[in-house]
């Protein structure tokens, strides 16, 4: 296992284990190669075992023996961010698609890749000028909280903040900004995917005077951060061994044995 030759076969290797009633079910049902693991979606195998079991299961075989080249899109979004892998094919494939449908069989309303710059709304990519960009994510990181003027000033416009009041230089901007933003969605949506009437112009709501609000519940948002949201992807790095022995006293004594 720690230093198979190119030509050895999935059939070589088979699960089994020590005490553990739930892989001994996947023995007893013939799912006791990596080829069937691999085979089988995330959503499918947190059926057959508890969750934490599956998803270490799944990730341990994934990274073993999966290849990127043979990973066949679409994918339910649920299976998608749960797996490392998966999600990072995904960010290579997303500058490239022209509906998200292609890589998402359930998309959110919104998708937003924050290290390339891309907006997909509705599954359609949408091209946004930078300024209008940077106003959609940081009402997106909070949808259905309103982010006050100030903040979006601040974050629009870093270091003009020696001006006060309504001194500032593009204070008026920021509702100028908004309808931009609203049109330029609308823009990218012509002609490419059916929305209800006034859909687009009810994105973002506004409170006098306050702030501005993504009009979208967090579920319908879907934001991959330059860190944070792919730090996962660094678990690559983990040695095989220190993973296969947190898999082996989590899964009460699983073995992988040739």
């Known amino acids: 296992m720690r230093h198979p030759g190119e030509g050895v076969a999935f059939s070589s290797i088979r699960l089994r284990c020590a005490g553990c009633p739930c892989i001994n079910r996947l023995i007893n049902d013939g799912l006791d ?17 508890p969750q934490r079991q599956a998803e270490r299961l799944y990730k341990l075989l994934h990274r073993r023996f999966a290849k990127h080249e043979e990973i066949r899109f679409p994918y339910l979004l649920d299976d998608i961010v ?84 309504t001194n500032k230089p593009y204070e008026r901007q920021i509702s100028d900004h908004k309808r931009k933003l609203i049109a330029e969605i609308r823009k ?42 792919l730090l996962i992807t660094f678990s690559f790095i983990l040695d095989w061994d220190q993973y296969l022995n947190n898999l082996f006293l989590d899964m009460q004594g699983l073995l992988l044995l040739i």
């Open 33 to 49: 190669t990596p080829e069937i693991i691999v085979e089988l979606s995330l959503s499918e195998l947190v059926h057959l075992l």
């Open 82 to 165: 749960r797996n490392e892998i998966l999600l990072s094919v995904l960010r290579t494939k997303l500058a490239h698609i022209k509906n998200l449908t292609d890589l998402i069989i359930d998309p959110p309303v919104i998708l937003i890749d924050e290290r390339q710059k891309l907006f997909f709304y509705r599954g359609i990519p949408v091209m946004l000028r930078p300024l209008s960009f940077r106003l959609l994510f940081l009402l997106a990181i909070a949808p259905k909280e309103f982010i006050m003027r100030e903040v979006i000033y601040d974050h629009l416009w870093p270091g003009e903040t020696n001006y006060q009041g």
């Open 188 to 229: 990218g949506m012509n002609g490419k995917a059916e929305i209800a009437a006034g859909e687009v112009e009810t994105l973002i709501s506004t409170r006098s005077k306050v702030g501005y609000m993504l009009n979208l519940a967090k579920e319908n948002v879907l934001i991959l951060r330059k860190r944070g949201f």
